[in-house]
């Protein structure tokens, strides 16, 4: 009865001083990431929004498609914005290929009311707000309040984006900085907005910062090593003559640190969620068997999700890898042109962070679970001596279970 008397007691000893130190973690990354959202706060917002696509007097107006004349391209359409319905000629849209149907909806451009609109582009609303309806209800009916707060904390980490990342690189903030205090920033919303304030959360989200640092530091090394960006893109180029003081290796060292944070995250969640089921499943497991038995589950997360992002890249890149695949270049030098380097580099940086992520994730979840409840001396959890034995085991913990013998009150301690 001694014995049983000091099992009760031990576990929640570790397991408060587990639950603490996790906490007192996650209270100096967020003190780091305050320092460095002060350090970098953008001075003003005056930059967004402050340069126009226009020409001088031209303007914006949504239009109706009536009839498409095959023959020169022009369209005859319906203006509908309000204050200039009328009926006019809209331009040929130069692309053989961009056709118009009576009742397409779109975007034009008045530069001159004597002359003929010109195409700006499709007016997508309706479609897209019908998938963003169907989105939400689908997320809600499934996933409940877990998905509700999904769906908040998301909306607040874009807002994180709009308000503070843009405007303080636009402001000359160090871009790296900016990254990691945006990534951290939004990672704590988010899982604790739609997992709530608890260790398994806890767990992902020191495992996904501690993926989060490697990644911002083999990135430093290979934007820098592989002159990402060498030659830069159409928005890159553009946005260096709107602000010299942009860093566009900067830009694209924060882009690569902001672009892993999904994947990332999603696979730090699942993690920790696997080692937590296994406490709960096995409360008489150790650290190192949850550890053990947790990198059996993350080596195959780590094994879907690179190739994810790989897939990810290239269906997204589909015409401009046609478009390099014309042309008569060696494999490598298309691979590492300037066009495909720096996503190349984005995913191999990510995939990177992310399968040194996964180990620590689950390092931490069986420190937490297995501290918290019943070690196993049973010599047949050891690796040693294989699955059968456990197996056993297994069954033999079942059948205490049927006969009622009480499992222990490591249970409740697996779940800290």
């Known amino acids: 009865m001694g014995a049983g008397h000091s099992h009760s007691e031990s576990p929640p000893r570790a397991n408060a001083a587990t639950t603490r130190l996790l906490w007192a973690l996650v209270v100096g990354v967020v003190a780091a990431v305050i320092v460095g959202a002060a350090v ?4 003003s917002w005056d930059r967004l929004g402050s340069e126009s696509f226009l020409y001088e007097d031209a303007r914006r107006l ?7 004349d095959e023959t020169t391209g022009e369209s005859t359409v319906q203006v509908t914005t309000p204050g200039a319905e009328e009926e006019r000629t809209m331009a040929p849209a130069g692309v053989a290929s961009l056709t118009f149907e009576p009742g397409d909806e779109v975007r034009v451009i008045e530069v001159d009311p004597e002359q003929p609109l010109i195409f700006s582009d499709f007016a997508r609303d309706p479609p897209i707000l019908a998938l963003l309806i169907v989105y939400v209800v689908l997320v809600i009916a499934v996933a409940w309040w877990r998905g509700l707060g999904a769906l908040v904390g998301l909306t607040l980490a874009f807002g994180i984006v709009a308000f503070y990342t843009v405007p303080a690189l636009f402001d000359g903030a160090s871009p790296p900085v900016v990254g990691l205090v ?9 899982l604790y907005v739609a997992h709530g304030p608890n260790a398994r959360t806890t767990t992902a989200y020191l495992g996904t910062i501690a993926g989060l640092v490697f990644t911002a530091i083999i990135g430093t090394w290979a934007v820098t090593a592989a002159q990402i960006p060498g030659v830069p893109s159409e928005a890159e180029v553009n946005l260096a003559f709107l602000d010299g003081r942009l860093s566009l290796q900067g830009l694209a060292l924060c882009g690569l640190m902001i672009a892993g944070l999904g994947v990332l995250n999603d696979v730090t969640i699942t993690q920790a969620s696997a080692v937590w089921e296994l406490g709960k499943a096995r409360p008489d497991l150790g650290p190192w068997q949850l550890f053990s038995r947790g990198m059996r589950i993350g080596r195959d997360h780590i094994a879907s999700t690179v190739y994810t992002i790989a897939f990810a890249y290239v269906g997204a890149s589909l015409p401009l890898i046609m478009l390099i695949a014309v042309y008569d270049n060696p494999v490598s030098t298309a691979i590492t042109s300037s066009e495909i380097a720096g996503e190349v580099v984005r995913t191999l940086v990510g995939s990177i962070g992310l399968v040194l992520a996964v180990p620590l ?14 070690a196993a001396d049973d010599a047949a959890e050891g690796e040693a001596h294989g699955e059968t034995h456990g197996e056993t085991h297994e069954g033999a913990v079942a059948g205490d279970a ?14 800290a």
Request: hydrophobic letters at 45%.
């Open 361 to 374: 994730t689950t390092a931490i979840g069986a420190l937490i679970v297995g501290l918290g409840g019943e």
């Open 62 to 68: 949504d239009a109706e498609v009536l009839a498409y």
């Open 182 to 190: 945006t990534s951290a920033g939004a990672l704590f919303v988010l």
């Open 402 to 415: 049927s006969t009622g013998a009480d499992p222990g009150p490591a249970a409740s301690g697996a779940e």
């Open 40 to 43: 970098t706060w953008p001075s």
